[in-house]
Nanobody, 118 residues
Framework: QVQLVESGGGLVQPGGSLRLSCSAS????????MGWYRQAPGKQRELVAT???????NYSDSVKDRFTISRDNAKNTVSLQMDSLKPEDTAVYYC????????????WGEGTQVTVSS
């Protein structure tokens, strides 16, 4: 019922920047939580950042002060500005949507690859 499409991934050198975007479509409820998660080879999926409809944010300690999450409620998009990228940031990044009223409604994008390498 909710489709999520990510864009903006790619190859970047250490210290560089990338901006990821996620566009949501379908049965979007105006009050929700959207965010970004990532999974590196050999590791479990982990939280990167989340943002609520009223712009309350939460960040993983590993990306705090380097990444910034934002959203545009009119366009149903969420973005992740990634600065000062490190090789350990290399992972597949997934967009996530969670309905705040019907809590079992959780949706994922297919992921976009971010590679940080010299």
């Amino acid at each position: 019922q909710v489709q999520l499409v990510e864009s903006g991934g790619g190859l970047v050198q250490p210290g560089g920047s990338l901006r990821l975007s996620c566009s949501a479509s379908g049965s979007i409820f105006s009050i929700n939580i959207m965010g970004w998660y990532r999974q590196a080879p050999g590791k479990q999926r982990e939280l990167v950042a989340t943002i609520t409809s009223d712009y309350n944010t939460n960040y993983s300690d590993s990306v705090k002060d380097r990444f910034t999450i934002s959203r545009d409620n009119a366009k149903n998009t969420v973005s992740l500005q990634m600065d000062s990228l490190k090789p350990e940031d290399t992972a597949v990044y997934y967009c996530n949507y969670k309905h705040t009223v019907i809590l079992t409604y959780v949706y994922w994008g297919e992921g976009t690859q971010v590679t940080v390498s010299s």
